[in-house]
């Protein structure tokens, strides 16, 4: 019988621990997008256009999110613009972002609304995901208030 109590002590003391353990809370969009070094030039840009406190908000958001390879694959000229514009560049970061939760497994083929106000093309088949030209990369990196998917190019919005 003291073998048994003697054997269970353990085993008790690791369930007490483990309930005692804290948890990571879940991180925001932003909180995400800052913690995972691909897009740590989407971070900077997302900072620098303001659009931080809305990837912190309560969403939720779906953000299809250019790698730092896209944005490097972009003409010098044409990221240049962007930075020395705020409007343009918060426009071209907000053509990335789609009102909800659209992890892939719930995602439809069709046209979707973004926070800039145009439409972008969603298309699966399978496991294989675009929006507009664009491969997403990495799928369904989930954040407390939506989710993001790393895409292989940066979409230039209608117009610009």
């Keep these: 019988m003291r073998r048994r109590a003697w054997l269970l002590a353990p085993a008790a003391t690791l369930a007490f621990l483990a309930g005692c353990a804290t948890t990571t809370p879940p991180r925001t969009i932003a909180?995400?997008?800052?913690?995972?070094p691909q897009l740590s030039t989407l971070n900077r840009l997302v900072q620098d256009?303001?659009?931080?406190?809305?990837?912190?908000?309560?969403?939720?958001?779906?953000?299809?999110?250019?790698?730092?390879?896209?944005?490097?694959?972009?003409?010098?000229?044409?990221?240049?613009?962007?930075?020395?514009?705020?409007?343009?560049?918060?426009a071209v970061l907000a053509y990335h972002v789609v009102p909800g939760n659209v992890t892939s497994s719930t995602l439809k083929n069709g046209p979707a609304k973004t926070a800039q106000g145009s439409e972008v093309s969603l298309y699966k088949s399978g496991t294989f995901v675009?929006?507009?030209?664009?491969?997403?990369?990495?799928?369904?990196?989930?954040?407390?208030?939506?989710?993001?998917?790393?895409?292989?190019?940066?979409?230039?919005?209608?117009?610009?």
Excluded: C, W
């Excluded at 909180?31 to 995972?36: G, M, S, V, W």
């Excluded at 406190?53 to 999110?65: E, I």
């Excluded at 730092?68 to 003409?75: I, T, V």
């Excluded at 010098?76 to 918060?90: I, M, P, S, V, W």
């Design 130 to 160: 675009t929006v507009e030209e664009a491969v997403v990369t990495q799928p369904d990196l989930v954040a407390s208030n939506g989710v993001i998917h790393v895409i292989d190019r940066v979409m230039l919005p209608p117009g610009r």
């Design 49 to 90: 256009a303001g659009l931080a406190d809305m990837l912190q908000g309560p969403g939720p958001y779906t953000v299809f999110a250019p790698s730092n390879e896209a944005f490097a694959a972009l003409p010098a000229n044409t990221l240049a613009t962007l930075a020395g514009d705020k409007e343009k560049l918060k």
């Design 31 to 36: 909180e995400t997008a800052a913690a995972t």
